[in-house]
């Protein structure tokens, strides 16, 4: 084989091995942020629900329509 051959041989297997391990890499932090956001919906998930059912439970508490805003 020629020098150039040999050359873009090489550049080819290392530009390939360097892919190959960023695409892990990626794969790896995906795995990690799927993991870490289900830990987190679990976490706050029951505070989240019980924010939102007294959001709801003042909303239905109120006398009458909220002005908010300067009013007209």
Same mark, same amino acid.
């Given at each position: 084989?020629?020098?150039?051959?040999?050359?873009?041989?090489?550049?080819?297997?290392?530009?390939?091995?360097?892919?190959?391990?960023?695409?892990?890499?990626?794969?790896?932090?995906?795995?990690?942020?799927?993991?870490?956001?289900?830990?987190?919906?679990?976490?706050?998930?029951?505070?989240?629900?019980?924010? *939102?059912?007294?959001?709801?439970?003042?909303? *239905?508490?109120?006398? *009458?329509?909220?002005?908010?805003?300067?009013?007209?």
């Amino acid at each position: 084989m020629s020098a150039p051959v040999v050359v873009w041989v090489v550049v080819g297997l290392v530009t390939t091995v360097a892919m190959a391990a960023v695409l892990a890499g990626l794969v790896r932090h995906v795995l990690l942020l799927g993991r870490t956001a289900g830990r987190f919906r679990r976490e706050v998930g029951d505070l989240a629900r019980e924010v *939102g059912e007294e959001a709801a439970r003042a909303a *239905g508490r109120s006398p *009458g329509r909220v002005r908010r805003g300067r009013g007209r």
